[in-house]
């Protein structure tokens, strides 16, 4: 049997490949899980068509760091002092997560990251108090159906012995996860560690547990230079005098980091992850190192988070990587040699896309409307008012866009969002259950 065929025509196509570019009116074709074509008219009579014009047709976002268990609990920790954060979510709320919480938690987040056109995420899952628990997070994934790096963490026990210059090794429950659910790395799914570093652990842990990662062929992703009192730690020197930075490694906020340690991430090939909502709403963090990064040729990608201090739709990281960008430059506050005096709106949504690609390591399957990629995609109404008229379509999705606007969603080739509505999923149950989630976890009648 051939695979199916479904025709994307008439979009204004912004592909995020230099090979094929923009096509201002375009066609796309997709069959089974893969993009087969991107060209200005593709003549397939069999297919499935799907009217685009009027919309623009992007790759889908990825998002490279998301605590998205703890989505029950979203917008209450913003404007409270953040210390108070990591007591309650990562010490006694956290500490009492049952499986539930963690799969409905899980679920409504990656629920609400496709609907905003997220197809690919990271979901750092640092709640992994029993197998039960992981199996909840990973279930979850599963019932969402998005493109998903499940990045496997460490238990939360109140007084958090997990997290301050910790003797214990990480769960070693991870091996199991490789064999049983992540033996290929070609599923919909993959596996990842979600590894606590210099900062959390001794030394001989986080060498053994990044060992561990690579002795399983697997990427981690750690925080790195969050708050102040983390840059004497200088986690990333330590790890380059170690002889452990690599590409299979990503760092995330780095806001404390020094300039030096920053230089030593480029030269390693390691990848940044900025969640730049919430570093912006989570005062004393740092400085988000943008100029930093962009100065010694990183690349940045962007994340949601935690959706207890920000919004996690990529559209809003979007808007705040360049505000920030242009309002820091703009005020003269960098003193890095060699940064960009500015940046484009579209270098943001290649931070939104193709590094995000990157950063999770599957550059070759999604990150940009390329044949022969995974077909992960989104469609942006432009007739809606806060867009219309478009003349400029990367401008209207980075400057305005939300996830209202965003139409239709594919990931590998399935419609996960049609006209607007989530597709498979029984929204008022999701609801009723996250608000019995939200009910306990918080101690409200
Ligand atoms: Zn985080």
Known sequence: MSPRRVLVRGGWIVSMDAAVGDLPQGDLLIEGECIAAVAPRIDADDAEVVDARDMIVLPGFVDTHRHTWQTCVRHRYADIEPQIYFAEMLGRKGAAYRPEDVYIGTLLGAVSALDGGITT????????????????????LRDAGLRGVFAHGWPLVEGASWM???????????????????????????????????????????????????????????????????????????????GMLGEDLTFVHCCHSGCDEIAMMADAGVSASLGVHCEMNAQGIGDIPFDRMLAVGIRPSLSGDTETKCAGDMFTQMRHAFSYYRSWMGGEHSTVKNAPASITLREVLEFATVAGAQATG??????????????????????????????????????????????TVFVAGNAVKRQGRMTGIDLESLRERAFASQRYVLGLP
């Not at 002795?215 to 230079?225: K, Q």
């Not at 390329?370 to 806060?386: E, F, H, I, S, Y």
């Open 362 to 407: 599957l550059a070759h399957r999604t990150g940009s409307l390329t044949p022969g990629k995974q077909a992960d995609l989104m469609l942006v109404r432009t007739t809606d008012l806060n867009l219309t008229p478009v003349s400029d379509a990367v401008g209207a999705v980075v400057l305005a866009a939300h996830p209202g606007n965003v139409d």
């Open 164 to 242: 301050f210059d910790s003797t214990r090794g990480h769960p070693q429950d991870i091996r199991r996860l490789r064999r049983e659910h992540f033996a290929s790395d070609d599923q919909l799914l993959t596996l990842a560690m979600a590894a606590r570093g210099p900062e959390m652990a001794q030394r001989e842990v986080w060498m053994s547990d990044l060992q561990l990662a690579r002795e399983l062929g697997i990427r981690s992703t750690i925080h790195m230079g969050a708050y102040a009192r983390n840059a004497p730690v200088r986690g990333i020197a330590q790890m380059q005098a170690a």
């Open 121 to 140: 995420m990271l979901d750092w899952s640092h709640v992994q108090n029993s197998p039960e628990h992981t199996e909840a997070a990973i279930q979850a």
